[in-house]
Structure formats: structure tokens, C-alpha cells
């Protein structure tokens, strides 16, 4: 909901007025705008954004490096930049520490996975699409009976891609 976030910033910036809180703020008001601009459909926009957020004047802004990659390959794949999105999606998984951070990975594994696979086999790249749906379906195999139909699509998947090339291990 964008215009409700919007109220929700312009409220923040009527009522903080010290400007050391909104220094250390600023980080978290630059990613709420690129949420706002992802959910608009400017993925241009969200990615400076996300970039900015992820910054400060001396060093990173975050606790979490990793987890910037996760919007920006977001912000990547809606502006229909899959290398771009696939390069961003693979930091993320590349940054165990971070990645072991309370809610990091519930939040976005999963995700990384199916989406991962889905680019590879955009792609034409059946061993990683394989890789990753695999790795999404382990992870899932067990969720929500919800959640299910999900997991039951990237089997469905697996088992095309698997029928079309033998898979040599």
C-alpha cells in the first residue's frame, strides 16, 4: 500500500525533528522507499533506493549485508534484468554469517530458491534450475499443507526438467 506507507513517512517527518535520529533513520526511510517504489512498479527507483539504505557516510547501515541483495535482485528481476537478479539473489546466498541472523532466512530462502530456479530455466540452464528447485523443495517439503501447492508446482517442474535432459551426477 503505497500511499498508506507515504502517510506513514510524511507523519515520521513531521514528527522526529532531531537530526541525529533521522541520520540514523535515514537508512530505514530510503528502503521503505524503495519498497514503495517496487510496489509501483519503478524498479529503477527501488534500486538506488536500496542501495542508498544500505550505506551510511562511514560504512555499511545495516546489520544484515545479505539481506540488500534480496531487494535489489527483486528490484532486478521487475525491471526484467536477469543476470542482474541472479547475481544478486547468489550474494545473498553467499552470506552464511549474516544469513544465520534471526528472521533473515525464513524470510527469504525459500524465495531465493524458486525464484533462482525459475531464472535458470528462463534461462536454458537445466543442472542449476534442477539445483535450486531441488534445494527449494528439501527446504519446503514439509510446510504448511498452504504452502503445499508450491512445493507440488517446483516438483511438477522438476520432474519436466529432469524427463528433458538426463541429469549426470
Known amino acids: 500500500q503505497p500511499a498508506r506507507a507515504r502517510t506513514i513517512l510524511a507523519q515520521y517527518e513531521s514528527d522526529v525533528r532531531d537530526t541525529t535520529r533521522r541520520r540514523a533513520d535515514l537508512p530505514a526511510v530510503q528502503h521503505v522507499q524503495g519498497e514503495i517504489a517496487l510496489a509501483e512498479r519503478r524498479p529503477l527507483d527501488a534500486l538506488r533506493e536500496f542501495r542508498k539504505s544500505d550505506t551510511l557516510p562511514d560504512g555499511p547501515a545495516g546489520w544484515c549485508s545479505a539481506c540488500v541483495y534480496v531487494d535489489l535482485a ?3 528481476d521487475l525491471a526484467e534484468q536477469p543476470d542482474s537478479a ?3 539473489f547468489e550474494q545473498f546466498l553467499t552470506q552464511p554469517a549474516d544469513r544465520l541472523l534471526p528472521g533473515v ?3 527469504n530462502l525459500a524465495g531465493t530458491y524458486k525464484r533462482l530456479g525459475e531464472l ?3 534461462r536454458g540452464d ?3 534450475a534442477l539445483d535450486y528447485y531441488e534445494r527449494f ?3 519446503w ?3 504448511d499443507p498452504e504452502l503445499q ?3 507440488q508446482e517446483v516438483r511438477r517442474r522438476i520432474a519436466r526438467l529432469s524427463a528433458a535432459e538426463p541429469r549426470l551426477e
Open 105 to 107: 532466512d525464513p524470510t
Open 86 to 88: 541472479i547475481y544478486a
Open 141 to 143: 517439503k514439509d510446510a
Open 126 to 128: 537445466r543442472a542449476k
Open 74 to 76: 527483486r528490484a532486478f
Open 120 to 122: 535458470y530455466e528462463q
Open 149 to 151: 501447492p508450491r512445493v
Open 137 to 139: 523443495v528439501d527446504l
